[in-house]
């Protein structure tokens, strides 16, 4: 008989380095990729691995992303299928979440209604394809109690991740730590190390002992990462799984391996800008794992007038439905639905979400543009940053980032 597992989503995230983006919606329902939320990612690879129990654990300005999980989730309830939002209930006290190891302990009452043999705990703000089947086999093959995802990362980045250091076996974690300077390399490979994904697959008594304990401890940051497992780690329970072991099919070459944890606006803005070459570093176009998400009733994007310079064309772009391209020629830039774009502007290395629109003779230029932002007849977004710094974000590697809502100045 299959093992039971129920798969939990950790949503809370605040994303202060995301901002303006997060500014009044939570970190996993940032718009991504054009059509798509942060957390479809996570939920399209849990359902398509056929986990179909699935709470969404939400804290931080949560209605969007409530919203987004109602409208678009929904599951078969024939066999018991569901993905659910479930705020901080207050079941332990009058307190929110201390932590994402506190958000599960104040929600095990998900964990006794389901009564799973192992419990898949996923962060829900990270872009990537991953068949979490493979992983949840290799966990419950190994005995170990708990079993977390380290992708490869280069020696000299140690000190950018959570870092898994694995004894001789290559497979047990003898420690886990935050940010080393002095991480050890692979007994495989010396010049590379483990960055935590943060994605972990628990035997269900591992993880309520673990956490009940950790509740315990007043002193503690109730942290998954940096509570619960060097606590299981120090027992000899942590088994690390190797990323590059997971086989996701239609995934090519290229995009094999893919993981982006987009923190900040740079890696926002990267992470978009992996997606459209030729052959793009992360493959949205891979029909065999498809990425899920809400289709509204929009028509198809449509490009329009075709006289000397003024003519409508989109270049190394994706341009989602509903969008209008009149007259103007948008080059390297990600185009969500509802968006219109003037004659003779001129939109190259943008991210420009829904509803966004674009006057005539405009220029924007590096810059991620939130949903409903109007740049009016001429004016100019990342030619001059130095004006753009007085007005609006301005990322460390020069992207202009202004806010849901917002008119752009002439």
């Given at each position: 008989m299959a093992a039971k597992v129920?798969?939990?989503?950790?949503?809370?995230?605040?994303?202060?380095?995301?901002m303006p983006l997060t500014t009044d919606r939570a970190k996993p329902a940032v718009p991504f990729g054009g059509m798509y939320r942060m957390v479809d990612f996570v939920l399209s690879?849990?359902?398509?691995?056929g986990f179909l129990k699935?709470?969404?654990?939400?804290?931080?300005?949560?209605?969007?992303?409530?919203?987004?999980?109602?409208?678009?989730?929904?599951?078969?309830?024939?066999?018991?299928?569901?993905?659910t939002p479930v705020p901080a209930q207050q079941r332990r006290g009058p307190w929110w979440f201390a932590g994402s190891a506190d958000a599960i302990y104040q929600s095990f009452?998900?964990?006794?209604?389901?009564?799973?043999?192992?419990?898949?705990v996923f962060g829900a703000d990270h872009i990537y394809r991953m068949d979490p089947r493979q992983m949840v086999e290799d966990h419950i093959a190994s005995g170990a109690g708990v079993t977390v995802a380290g992708i490869r990362q280069p020696l000299s980045m140690a000190d950018q991740f959570g870092v898994i250091e694995v004894g001789e076996d290559g497979r047990r974690i003898r420690a886990f730590r935050e940010k080393p300077t002095d991480a050890v390399g692979l007994p495989d490979a010396p010049d590379q190390i483990?960055?935590?994904?943060?994605?972990?697959?628990?035997?269900?008594?591992?993880?309520?002992?673990?956490?009940?304990?950790d509740a315990e401890d007043k002193t503690s940051k109730h942290d998954m990462g940096g509570s619960i497992i060097p606590m299981l780690v120090e027992r000899g329970e942590a088994?690390?799984?190797?990323?590059?072991?997971?086989e996701v099919p239609g995934s090519t070459d290229r995009d094999r391996g893919y993981w982006r944890d987009v923190g900040t606006l740079d890696s926002f803005y990267d992470a978009h800008m992996d997606l459209i070459n030729v052959h793009p570093v992360f493959n949205l176009y891979n029909f065999e794992w498809p990425i899920y998400t809400e289709q509204p009733p929009y028509p198809p994007a449509k490009f329009v007038h075709a006289w000397g310079e003024r003519v409508g064309r989109a270049v190394s772009s994706m341009v989602s439905p509903g969008s209008v391209i009149s007259g103007s020629l948008v080059e390297n830039s990600i185009v969500s639905p509802k968006v219109k774009v003037h004659s003779w502007a001129h939109v190259d290395g943008a991210v420009l979400m829904e509803g966004v629109e674009i006057?005539?003779?405009?220029?924007?230029r590096r810059a991620i543009l939130d949903k409903n932002v109007y740049v009016p007849e001429g004016a100019e977004i990342g030619v001059d940053l130095e004006k753009d710094r007085q007005?609006?974000?301005?990322?460390?590697?020069?992207?202009?980032?202004?806010g849901k809502g917002q008119r752009v100045e002439p």
């Open positions: 129920l798969a939990i989503v950790l949503a809370g995230g605040e994303g202060k380095r995301l690879n849990l359902a398509n691995a699935i709470v969404v654990l939400t804290q931080y300005k949560s209605h969007s992303l409530d919203r987004h999980i109602t409208k678009t989730w929904r599951m078969s309830t024939l066999l018991g299928n569901y993905v009452n998900l964990i006794n209604d389901e009564q799973p043999d192992h419990v898949i483990y960055a935590s994904m943060g994605n972990y697959v628990f035997s269900t008594r591992a993880l309520c002992e673990a956490v009940e304990r088994n690390v799984y190797d990323f590059k072991d997971n006057g005539r003779h405009a220029v924007v007005r609006y974000t301005v990322s460390d590697n020069g992207v202009v980032v202004i």
